[in-house]
T-cell receptor, first 110, second 116 residues
Framework: QQPVQSPQAVILREGEDAVINCSSSKALYSVHWYRQKHGEAPVFLMILLKGGEQKGHEKISASFNEKKQQSSLYLTASQLSYSGTYFCGTDYFGNEKLTFGTGTRLTIIP | DAGVIQSPRHEVTEMGQEVTLRCKLISGHNSLFWYRQTMMRGLELLIYFNNNVPIDDSGMPEDRFSAKMPNASFSTLKIQPSEPRDSAVYFC??????????????FGQGTRLTVV
């Protein structure tokens, strides 16, 4: 079952912050976040395991709310290089099957 | 390691022809995923292998699609016969998975398939 991401698209000025949400109707074991630039393959950002963990990667961090079955990706002081489509990937019950959300297109303008 | 390697990078074929996409996993990885990406449907999981065994093929659209892992480092995705609606970018990704351990998936560069 595919997780749902919101918003579908965001346009930011350089230096602004953004939040991308990923929700599931089923209990999650882990959430993966990936970024894909146009014409390229998705690239791994981070994994969060159940337990309400929060992680960071440069100025990008994420949280995982197991009760709400959702994860949020936080981008602070956005840079032009952050532009791309962000996908969350969900793994249910640790069965390692990785299913991706619908994606959020992020555009950073100078 | 060179990463996940897919071939060909681009494929243009006529409707009705057989198409075979290839994927070489990263050495030491034991999980293999095939995804299809389109504007309309995003990244769809087609099939997932673990230790060479197909675990979940519920995403395979039709019997025209088949996937194999003849050995631990190589996989093929075959479409026979191909149709224009199969046009998409096909990615394979590999990871190391153990029971209830989720790790990073590494993606290949994808195969852009166009069926005319």
């Amino acid at each position: 079952q595919q997780p749902v991401q919101s918003p579908q698209a965001v346009i930011l000025r350089e230096g602004e912050d953004a939040v991308i949400n990923c929700s599931s109707s089923k209990a999650l074991y882990s959430v993966h976040w990936y970024r894909q630039k146009h014409g390229e393959a998705p690239v791994f950002l981070m994994i969060l395991l159940k337990g309400g963990e929060q992680k960071g990667h440069e100025k990008i961090s994420a949280s995982f709310n197991e009760k709400k079955q959702q994860s949020s990706l936080y981008l602070t002081a956005s840079q032009l290089s952050y532009s791309g489509t962000y996908f969350c990937g969900t793994d249910y019950f640790g069965n390692e099957k990785l299913t991706f959300g619908t994606g959020t297109r992020l555009t950073i303008i100078p | 390691d060179a990463g996940v390697i897919q071939s060909p990078r681009h494929e243009v074929t006529e409707m009705g022809q057989e198409v075979t996409l290839r994927c070489k996993l990263i050495s030491g990885h034991n999980s293999l995923f095939w995804y299809r990406q389109t504007m309309m449907r995003g990244l769809e999981l087609l099939i997932y292998f673990n230790n060479n065994v197909p675990i979940d093929d519920s995403g395979m659209p039709e019997d025209r699609f088949s996937a194999k892992m003849p050995n631990a480092s190589f996989s093929t995705l075959k479409i026979q016969p191909s149709e224009p609606r199969d046009s998409a970018v096909y990615f394979c990704a590999s990871s190391f998975s153990a029971r209830q351990v989720s790790t990073e998936a590494f993606f290949g560069q994808g195969t852009r398939l166009t069926v005319v």
